[in-house]
């Protein structure tokens, strides 16, 4: 199990790098968090939802992703609650409160998930969430230190030396364990180092003199790797960038319920782009692209573009045909209404939506969650015609197109299943669109026909060569520094252990 002295300092990388490095040996690996909170999800071939970093740890296996990896998911609605997402569909809306009440019934679930992932794969790996040393929640905990026991597992702890702390992070949440959960700590792992790791060899013997334990490794800085990050709390690194010149700028919404950011992941990685996530309503106006991301609390959400003035800036930008692209609830957003009449999302029954796509939406209680193939139905800026993907589809909004209006995308496929349906929405003059499908920026084809089109609406011809967005090599070279900078015969050697035991 990796556990964290916070949240951020690297314990899902260090999962996604273990998966990937131990399924390089030939073994079965799995990742498995029982509980995760974040507005960064995905969906398994099954249909079910759970948390983006799972799916990716996942991929990074060499496995399909399942919902075992993650039992319970969080996302927060605003009002001090939670959609409660458990084996992979919604399960309750709850104040926190509400939700530790039944801190039973869901170790229950988690523990059960757990042994049928244990059953099945050579090698589980588990990751924690913030810290396990939360002592106003020990109680209550399903996913630090409660998951190694029920798994009996060696635990590794990180911390981020980058943030500052390092010593009193590491030291000071190993003497707030329970002696018991202490002793399950079998290393430690400093991550972010920038420079000579070689300058921290008097650290490392401090922290194994001070704790009895082994430093595992340094890790070097990596950067920004072509790897979802697990939630929001990421995008602190991502927010100051600015525009430069000879690239394009492309602008993401920054929503307070913003969801499934990392659909512009793949933007990020070309070198003709920079992608900011933007607050200030004036940027809109000379931006390449604007896209209005998902967003777990739409009709919130809508109301934040509304007081902020981004409604104005949106619509000043599609009089004067200048490309908008919304994703999920951004693309509900961009229509005449959304309603609400059981308030499934919120006390509000309605909302004027931007009025810039023929559109409407009602929320349903039925939650869509879906792994879909997909395909282009007409050239747009964003793609041209016929161009296949895969995507998944995550929301309770059904859209409704008004007559005339031309479709983004064909389904085909559901969750396994062969079918013909519509999605999306064009303009009348192609310039704002919208779908319900996130992923679709995987696609190369697709990714380099929109930034080839919008170089060429600056009356430019594209230069740039064009980036295959590979998840699989960025895993391989995560393993490759892992490999170089941990202990990883150490780490074989607990479970091997523990195998023989």
């Known amino acids: 199990m990796v556990v964290g002295t916070a949240s951020d300092v690297g314990k899902s990388l260090l999962v996604t790098g273990l998966c990937r490095h131990f399924a390089e040996r030939g073994l079965s690996v799995a990742p498995f968090k029982a ?10 071939p099954q249909g079910h939802e759970i948390g983006r970093a799972q799916w990716v740890q996942a991929e990074a296996a060499g496995v399909a992703p399942h919902v075992d990896m ?6 927060p609605e605003g009002d001090m609650r939670s959609q409660v997402v458990v084996m992979g569909k919604p399960w309750a809306r ?3 409160r509400d939700y530790y009440a039944r801190h039973e019934q869901l170790s ?4 059960s998930a757990l042994d049928r992932l244990r059953r099945r794969h050579d090698l589980v790996i588990l990751e924690g969430a913030g810290s396990p040393a939360e002592l106003n929640l020990t109680g209550r905990d399903v996913v630090n230190m409660a998951a190694a026991r029920m798994a009996d597992a060696s635990v590794i702890l990180v911390g ?6 390092i010593f009193a992070s590491l030291l000071g949440t190993l003497d707030l364990l329970e002696p018991s959960d202490r002793a399950r700590i079998k290393g ?8 000579d790791p070689r300058l921290f060899d008097e650290g490392v013997r401090i922290l194994e003199a001070r704790s009895g334990l082994p430093v595992l490794g340094v890790l070097p800085h990596l950067g920004e790797l072509a790897i979802a990050d697990e939630d929001s709390i990421a995008l602190a690194r991502r927010r100051h960038r600015e525009r430069q010149v000879n690239h394009l700028d492309l602008c993401v919404i920054r929503c307070p319920y913003m969801s499934n950011f990392e659909d512009v992941l793949p933007l990020e990685h070309e070198t003709d782009v920079v992608v900011r996530f933007i607050d200030d309503p004036a940027v809109v106006e000379d931006a390449d692209l604007v896209i209005l991301p998902g967003s777990k609390n739409t009709l919130s959400d809508l109301s934040f573009i509304r007081k ?8 000043k930008r599609a009089a004067a045909a200048r490309p908008i692209l919304g994703i999920c609830g951004g693309f509900q957003m961009l229509g005449r209404t959304i309603l609400d009449p059981d308030q499934i999302e919120s006390e509000q029954t309605q909302a004027e939506g931007l009025g810039l796509l023929a559109i409407s939406t009602r929320f349903q209680a039925q939650k869509t969650s879906a792994s879909v193939r997909a395909s282009a139905c007409h050239e747009s800026f964003l793609s041209p015609s016929g161009v296949q993907l895969q995507a998944y589809e995550i929301h309770m909004g059904e859209v409704t197109r008004e007559p005339g209006v031309l479709p983004l995308f064909a389904v085909h496929e559901r969750n396994g299943t062969n079918l013909t349906l519509s999605d999306g929405a064009m303009s009348a003059d192609r310039n704002v669109l919208g779908s319900l499908l996130h992923g679709c920026l995987t696609n190369d084809t697709l990714r ?9 609406r600056r009356g430019q011809t594209r230069s740039a060569v064009p980036t295959r967005f590979s998840p699989a090599s960025a895993y391989a070279s995560l393993a490759a520094a892992f490999a170089t900078h941990l202990d990883l015969k150490r780490v074989a050697s607990w479970f091997e252990q523990a195998e023989h035991s």
Do not use: C, Y
């Open 308 to 315: 902020s003035g981004f409604d104005l800036a949106l619509q």
């Open 94 to 96: 709850l104040a926190p």
């Open 35 to 44: 509980q995760n909170m974040s507005l960064n999800a995905a969906v398994t």
């Open 160 to 165: 981020d030396i980058e943030r500052g702390g």
């Open 108 to 111: 229950e679930v988690v523990a």
């Open 70 to 75: 993650n039992p319970i998911l969080l996302k």
């Open 448 to 456: 380099n026909h929109l930034l080839t089109t919008l170089w060429a």
């Open 188 to 195: 430690l792992v400093v991550n972010k180092f920038r420079g």
